[in-house]
């Protein structure tokens, strides 16, 4: 699977903005996904992750009740649609794959196989 995310961009705090990520490969239908985000001088730190068929969604605390993680496994797209951004969402995003094969906790980043390049998301206050 290879992956690019795109979508990111400068905002003022409280908007909103929506990440895509592109997959390629006939195995995105198959796999779970996820959004990390990392800011500088940061490691990087889990934001959301859906199951392959997006009846299950799990997210970070910090951005619970602000943030969408969305799938659409015919266009091979992941989504992130984020709202009421903060200065603190800063960072750059990045969309992973995770294998079918993997049984750890879908929040860590080690339990990923495969990584966009990502896309910063800049929140001015």
């Known amino acids: 699977v290879q992956l690019q995310a795109f979508g990111g961009g400068l905002v003022q705090a409280g908007g909103s903005l929506r990440l895509s990520c592109a997959a390629s490969?006939?195995?995105?239908?198959?796999?779970?996904m996820g959004w990390f985000r990392q800011a500088p001088g940061k490691e990087r730190e889990f934001v959301a992750a859906?199951?392959?068929?997006?009846?299950?969604?799990d997210y970070a605390d910090s951005v619970t009740g602000r943030f969408t993680i969305s799938r659409d496994n015919a266009k091979n797209t992941l989504y992130l649609q984020m709202n009421s951004l903060k200065p603190e969402d800063t960072a750059v995003y990045y969309c992973?794959?995770?294998?079918?094969?993997?049984?750890?906790?879908?929040?860590?980043?080690?339990?990923?196989?495969?990584w966009g390049q990502g896309t910063l998301v800049t929140v001015s206050s």
């Open positions: 992973a794959a995770r294998s079918p094969t993997r049984g750890g906790s879908w929040t860590s980043k080690r339990e990923y196989d495969y």
């Open positions: 490969g006939r195995t995105f239908s198959s796999v779970a």
């Open positions: 859906i199951s392959w068929s997006g009846g299950s969604t």
